[in-house]
Nanobody
């Protein structure tokens, strides 16, 4: 069982930056693939990116590639999402998720545990 708590959301102007954190409980954080998803009002939850257990491999959605960076600190049981060059279309609730499998998947159903989400609003 893993409990995930996101933090760091807020309001930012277009072109600005935000950094999200996701703190995990438990001793097995390093065994989970971690993902970030987002959901805008009226839209389905979509994949943002993911990072493998060791942190050596990351994967991103095309819409955020080159602007967002995922990292993790297994000693602190925390995964991060650094968001730069934010656009109004990045506005959404952002969720972190944990997946027991080594493989990265982009579908929400492939993740076993979820945080409660944190709101990110980008004004134009």
């Amino acid at each position: 069982q893993v409990q995930l708590v996101e933090s760091g959301g807020g309001l930012v102007q277009a072109g600005g930056s935000l950094s999200l954190s996701c703190a995990a409980s438990g001793r097995t954080f390093s065994t989970y693939t971690m993902g970030w998803f987002r959901q805008a009002p009226g839209k389905e939850r979509e994949f943002v990116g993911a990072i493998r257990r060791s942190g050596g491999s990351t994967h991103y959605a095309d819409s955020v590639k080159g602007r967002f960076t995922i990292s993790r600190d297994n000693a602190k049981n925390t995964v991060y999402l650094q968001m730069n060059s934010l656009k109004p279309e990045d506005t959404a609730v952002y969720y972190c998720a944990a997946r027991r499998s080594l493989l990265v998947v982009v579908t929400p159903g492939g993740y076993d545990y979820w945080g409660q989400g944190t709101q990110v609003t980008v004004s134009s």
